[in-house]
């Protein structure tokens, strides 16, 4: 079971940007599909970005490609997401999360770990 620790939310304007990051433990990172999920108040929980083990692919919902970009580093365990072009529409709290998988997932259900989340809040 790995443990996960989100990081880098916070309250920014419009167009502004922010850099995510989650922090793994427990368990060897680089066996893992990543991924980022946000969930706002009365909302289910929606897929954002999924990172491939090694890195080399990518996936993103709609709603946030060409603004947003998933990587990760190996050797330091961590996962980021870089969010560009920031709206308010994109206020929630955002969870990393951990899949045992072979490839990328955009489901909620094929991922096993999850962090606690980190709150990002968008003004207009």
């Known amino acids: 079971q ?12 419009a167009g502004g940007s922010l850099r995510l990051s989650c922090a793994a433990s427990g368990g060897t ?5 990543m991924g980022w999920f946000r969930q706002a ?18 996936l993103y919902a ?3 490609k060409g603004r ?20 308010p529409e994109d206020t929630a709290v955002y969870l990393c999360a951990a899949a045992g998988t072979l490839g990328p997932r955009i489901r909620s259900d094929e991922y096993d ?8 809040t968008v003004s207009s």
């Open 68 to 87: 947003f970009t998933i990587s990760r580093e190996n050797v330091r365990n961590t996962v980021y997401l870089q969010m560009n072009s920031l709206k």
């Open 41 to 58: 108040p009365g909302k289910e929980r929606q897929f954002v970005a999924t990172i491939s083990r090694s890195g080399a692919t990518t």
């Open 113 to 120: 770990c999850w962090g606690q989340g980190t709150q990002v």
């Open 2 to 13: 790995v443990q996960l620790v989100e990081s880098g939310g916070g309250l920014v304007q």
């Open 62 to 64: 709609d709603s946030v």
């Open 29 to 33: 990172f680089s066996s893992f599909v």
